[in-house]
């Protein structure tokens, strides 16, 4: 299937999927009513944005990092946009933890007055386009990426999810006086995962003891997430987003050329 000129919906000039996102919901955004302990993960697409989720579900809920819970990152951490299950975000019990793509101009007022906090991860976009190639060949309601001279004039286009990576990065960065935000780098995390936690869980306020750290550095890493069915996204792929084909995964290489 080639989802070529319908699987992208563009409101107020991004480019949102489709089938996933509510249009009633994007009219209100504006005044969706953020809390002070709301934290936002915010990425463009293929940054990092399900590890991240996967580190703070461990900082969070201590079922998730000893293992006598058995909820998946998504349920944890709903994407914001794409509510795909449905989650009731206003009677959510504090702390509401979100992930989502939006673009800084699009998010509620709420969140600019420095209420909640942000994380903001970006990723070298040679690895960002490299990974939304193969995410696009493999997903059934995304174009297929064809050949990759192809994919790359729709990804520096921005005729993607996500609309333009430089717009969105930039973006978030020019305004970050006006959030209460922490950039992270996708490489930096992949270098030094444990120094990525701390700061991360510095930034949330969350006291850790050593062995909760042990636990969610081990727990975060390429290989272990592959193999936790809560964080590795095989199941919402595979019967909630849909694939091509039985090959491929969310979690496909890890890999950090650098920048
Ligand atoms: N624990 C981890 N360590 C390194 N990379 C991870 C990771 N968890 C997910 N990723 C990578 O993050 C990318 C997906 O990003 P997102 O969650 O924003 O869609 C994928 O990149 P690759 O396709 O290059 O492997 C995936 O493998
Ligand atoms: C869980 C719904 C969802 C959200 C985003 C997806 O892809 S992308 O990150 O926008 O490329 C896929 C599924």
Redesign the pocket.
């Known amino acids: 299937m080639d989802n070529k000129d319908t699987y992208l919906l563009n409101f107020k000039g991004y480019n949102f999927e489709s089938s996933f996102v509510d249009a009633d919901f994007l009219e209100n955004l504006d005044d969706f009513e953020i809390r002070d302990d709301d934290v936002f993960i915010i ?1 463009f ?7 991240t989720q996967q580190i703070l579900s461990l900082i969070y809920f201590e079922g998730h990092r000893n293992r006598t819970e058995d909820l998946s990152t998504l349920d944890r951490i709903p994407f914001f946009e794409y509510n795909i299950r449905k989650t009731d975000f206003l009677n959510r019990p504090s702390p509401r933890l979100f992930c989502s793509h939006l673009p800084y101009y699009l998010v509620p007022k709420g969140l600019k007055s420095k209420k909640a906090k942000i994380i903001y991860v970006y990723r070298n976009p040679k ?1 960002v386009m ?2 939304y190639f ?2 696009s060949n493999l997903v059934v309601r995304f174009e297929a990426g064809n050949d990759m001279e192809h994919f790359m004039k729709r990804f520096l286009d921005g005729n993607v999810v996500g609309s333009r990576w430089f717009d969105h990065v930039r973006g978030w960065y020019e305004h970050r006086h006006d959030f209460s935000i922490l950039f992270m780098m996708y490489e930096e995390m ?1 270098k030094d995962r444990r120094s990525s936690v701390l700061k991360i869980s510095r930034f949330l306020e969350k006291e850790l003891g050593e062995e909760d750290v042990e636990a969610i550095v081990e727990q ?3 290989q272990n ?1 592959q193999s936790d069915p809560r964080a590795n996204y095989d199941e919402i792929l595979k019967y909630e987003v849909g694939k091509r084909t039985d090959e491929g995964h ?6 950090a050329q650098g920048f």
């Open positions: 990425t697409p293929k940054s990092g944005t399900i590890w690895d490299t990974s193969h995410f992949k975060a890493t390429f997430m969310f979690l496909r290489k890890g890999d």
